[in-house]
């Protein structure tokens, strides 16, 4: 069976520091790993993806996240973070097979000036 | 340019009516989802369709039955509503089941 958790319910950072969320999953095959971003009275927002390739993965407004296979982690991690980054994220897994995509608790973020 | 639209954006109405919502999508998809967001913001699927076929049904009340009368739009109508169908429903559609899902905006609805 597929699943995704997110250990952390909030995350806190300053502004202008690193952030990491977490996300660990787990799911049979190969897997399709998500994250999206979701503002308040908002619909969920793509943010980046892995299938395959370089397990460094690259997204929207400056977001990263890191595949590992050992560890079934898909970390988002962004360099620098900015107030307008506080929303509510989500990590997703599918396996390779189905459409059927599932979602972490979500991890809230809040990033403070 | 709205990728993927839903109407009502609120929805609010007294148990035991019968609703709808409607979603469209103009991205060319071919699949097209619903999910439910509870007030602890749990996402969860409940339906999907690829070109018009029913794909996934989760273990949703048969009071919910999605529509798709072509694969631009996926509708869901709601039975005999209840006090926890209270939620945000959200469509969302992908170009294969192998591909990112594009969510909308969401719709949420109240049942008082």
């Known amino acids: 069976a597929q699943s995704v958790a997110q250990p952390e319910d909030q995350v806190n950072v300053a502004e202008g520091n690193p952030l990491t969320v977490k996300c660990t999953y787990s799911v049979s095959g190969n897997p399709y790993l998500f994250w999206y971003v979701q503002y308040p009275n908002r619909g969920l927002q793509f943010l980046l993806k892995?299938?395959?390739?370089?397990?460094l993965v690259k997204g929207s407004y400056g977001f990263e996240a890191e595949f590992n296979k050992s560890q079934t982690s898909f970390h988002l991690k962004k360099p620098s973070a900015l107030v307008s980054d506080s929303a509510l994220y989500f990590c997703a897994v599918k396996s390779y097979n189905t459409d059927k995509l599932i979602f972490g608790t979500g991890t809230r973020l809040q990033v403070f000036p | 340019d709205t990728a993927v639209s839903q109407t009502p954006k609120y929805l609010v109405t007294q148990m035991g009516n019968d609703k709808s919502i409607k979603c469209e999508q103009n991205l060319g998809h071919d699949t097209m989802y619903w999910y439910k967001q509870d007030s602890k913001k749990f996402l969860k699927i409940m339906f999907s369709y690829n070109n018009k076929e029913l794909i996934i049904n989760e273990t949703v009340p048969n009071r919910f039955s999605p529509k798709s009368p072509d694969k631009a739009h996926l509708n869901l109508h709601i039975n005999s509503l209840e006090l926890g169908d209270s939620a945000v429903y959200f469509c969302?559609?992908?170009?294969?089941?192998?591909?990112?899902?594009?969510f909308g905006p969401g719709t949420r609805l109240l049942v008082l």
């Open positions: 892995y299938i395959t390739g370089d397990n």
């Open positions: 969302a559609s992908s170009q294969s089941y192998q591909e990112t899902q594009y």
